[in-house]
């Protein structure tokens, strides 16, 4: 079975930019949706941004806000999804996590800890 792990996670300044990766233990990730989340201190997880395995809608997906500031992007021949932030903010620090879903099944990483300082 799959697992997924996600690092490149850190303490920043604001400003600053990261790459998170989302690494697959089995295989690749060309026959999953794959999607970040992340969840801030005493928030719910929230919907970052998204990379659909088929092509019936568009190909990558992002919620309103953080538009513009990530990317999240895939190479079918390796195991490994990106999430690039760019000009961090303090409000981006949160744990972020990795979720796969394939035939109706979910998967989920541990999570990467990012924190912005001021």
């Known amino acids: 079975q799959v697992q997924l792990r996600e690092s490149g996670g850190g303490l920043v300044q604001a400003g600053d930019s990261l790459k998170l990766s989302c690494l697959f233990t089995?295989?690749?990730?060309?026959?999953?949706?794959v999607s970040w989340f992340r969840q801030a201190p005493g928030k719910e997880r929230e919907f970052i941004a998204a990379t659909a395995n088929n092509r019936i809608g568009p190909a990558t997906r992002y919620e309103e806000s953080v538009k513009g500031r990530f990317t999240i992007s895939r190479d079918n021949t390796l195991p490994t999804v990106y999430l690039e932030i760019h000009t961090l903010k303090p409000e981006d620090t949160a744990i972020y996590y990795c979720h796969a879903r394939r035939n109706s099944r979910d998967y989920w990483g541990q999570g990467t800890q990012v924190t912005v300082s001021s």
């Open positions: 089995v295989g690749t990730a060309s026959r999953y949706d």
